[in-house]
């Protein structure tokens, strides 16, 4: 995979979505497009391109992981990958939500000021495992 230079991030609560926005923008220099439900992300990912999806797990409407099947069925996106970032998953639930693209999950609340770091470990630890 290539570098990582674009993130859309789907999250329905909008101080996180400052918060993060402000982690992976000016902290991080990554591009950043922001939806806050799983359908804006749908009609926004065409656009912006994605080299990667960081998405909440429970949002109204489309969860998580159904935004993230729904990217998947478009084309040329079928292997993006993933990254959960939530506040409430238990070790259970996590085993059925990493699929083949998921390369983990950030916890609720997260440092803004690793934010960033931690994205691009995971990104390059998950390419590592793929190769």
């Not at 995979?1 to 923008?25: C, F, P, Q, S, W």
């Not at 084309?75 to 970032?85: H, K, N, R, S």
């Not at 639930?93 to 994205?119: N, V, W």
């Amino acid at each position: 995979m290539g570098e990582l230079t674009k993130i859309l991030h789907v999250e329905d609560e909008g101080d996180i979505r400052e918060i993060a926005n402000m982690a992976l923008e000016m902290i991080g220099g990554f591009q950043v497009a922001q939806a806050e439900l799983g359908t804006v992300a749908l009609d926004i990912v065409g656009d912006f391109a994605p080299d990667l999806l960081l998405c909440d797990v429970q949002m109204p409407g489309l969860t998580g992981p159904e935004t993230i099947a729904k990217i998947r069925e478009m084309p040329g996106y079928e292997q993006i990958p993933a990254i959960y970032m939530t506040a409430k998953v238990g070790e259970s639930d996590k085993d059925s939500l990493l699929g083949e693209y998921e390369l983990g999950f950030i916890a609720k609340p997260f440092d803004p000021m690793t934010l960033a770091t931690q994205i691009r470990e995971m990104w390059a630890a998950g390419f590592q495992n793929a190769a």
